[in-house]
């Protein structure tokens, strides 16, 4: 009966070892399952993530395109505004400054006639104040000669003789002094005529290089500004693609190992009861031999190196001490 106990045993203990092991299995297997889901979500969101990061690269370099494009063609179009405006402001200016200089070369005509009548007015007045000179002095001839005439006739009606010749004489002389000075007078007269004449010449040269200065230089035209150009277009480069980062594959679980520890548990189940058993043979309980060949599994999964488990033999004797039954 203590035999029977003792195998009874024996098969509890093997069944829970292998039930053990079958549990231990189950959880292995579950744990790898949890990790490789966790592992293909954590795969998941990094693409995902990388996928969001490229699509917002994309968008933003897309934008920074359409900004240059937008911001280059309002530059130009300002940059041709202000060149019309700059080349109407020209226009303007040299109108403005070609009026004033017109205007100046009417200014600088009318003073150039303005300082020939005056001359031909200062000439006119110069020539008649040498006429009137002129004139002056041949009515001072003509008072002189009747002078003469009347002088002469008085020595005449004087008597005869040497008197009357020196009184002729002395007349002639008188007369002869006065036509000098006049003559004088009038040589010094048109000199200072001339002289006066050359001066209006030269007041009026002098005016009229004056005038000739106080005119405006003739304006030349600017050249043409510019027109404004666009610069070289930027070069705008691809963002680089974000990639998910390495994730490395979960860490598994081996579900044979719970299973051969369980069968090895089962195998020294049966050998503590077949120990057991020898011990209450030699005690009298029973004789013969028992061998005992360890659990060898048939099929292992792949990689799994074949478990040890020992002695592959075992032999017990009956009596071992020679005792009788």
Do not use: C
Not at 54 to 79: G, M, P, S
Not at 83 to 107: M, R
Not at 167 to 185: D, P
């Amino acid at each position: 009966m203590a035999a029977g106990f003792m195998a009874g045993a024996a098969i509890v203990s093997a069944i829970s070892g292998i039930a053990g092991g079958i549990s231990g299995a189950g959880s292995a297997a579950k744990a790898n399952r949890d990790a490789k889901y966790a592992a293909e979500l954590q795969r998941v969101q990094a693409e995902g993530a990388a996928q969001v990061t490229n699509a917002y690269n994309k968008l933003v370099h897309f934008a920074d395109q359409e900004n240059y494009k937008r911001q280059r063609q309002y530059e130009f179009e300002t940059a041709v505004r202000n060149w019309n405006y700059q080349t109407e402001i020209q226009d303007f200016q040299y109108l403005q400054a070609a009026k004033q200089f017109q205007g100046s070369v009417e200014a600088t005509q009318e003073q150039l006639t303005y300082n020939s009548v005056a001359q031909r007015q200062a000439v006119e007045s110069e020539q008649a104040a040498f006429n009137e000179i002129m004139a002056q002095d041949a009515f001072q001839r003509e008072g002189m000669l009747i002078e003469q005439l009347q002088n002469e006739g008085k020595a005449a009606m004087m008597q005869a003789g040497g008197s009357r010749t020196k009184a002729i004489q002395s007349t002639v002389a008188e007369v002869g002094r006065n036509s000098a000075i006049l003559r004088a007078s009038l040589m010094s007269a048109g000199v200072q005529s001339q002289r006066n004449l050359s001066d209006i010449a030269m007041s009026r040269y002098a005016d009229d290089i004056k005038a000739r200065n106080a005119m405006m230089i003739a304006p030349d035209r600017l050249p043409d500004i510019p027109k404004p150009t666009t610069g070289p277009e930027r070069i705008f480069v691809e963002p680089m693609a974000a990639t998910a980062g390495y994730i490395p594959g979960p860490a598994q679980q081996s579900t044979a190992a719970p299973i051969f520890a369980g069968i090895s548990q089962a195998a020294g189940a049966a050998a503590s009861a077949a120990g057991s058993y020898m011990q209450y043979q030699n005690r009298g309980g029973g004789g013969g031999s028992i061998a005992l060949t360890p659990y060898q599994p048939t099929t292992l999964p792949a990689g799994t190196a074949t478990p040890s488990y020992g002695t592959s033999n075992m032999t017990f004797t009956e009596n071992p001490l020679g005792k009788g039954g």
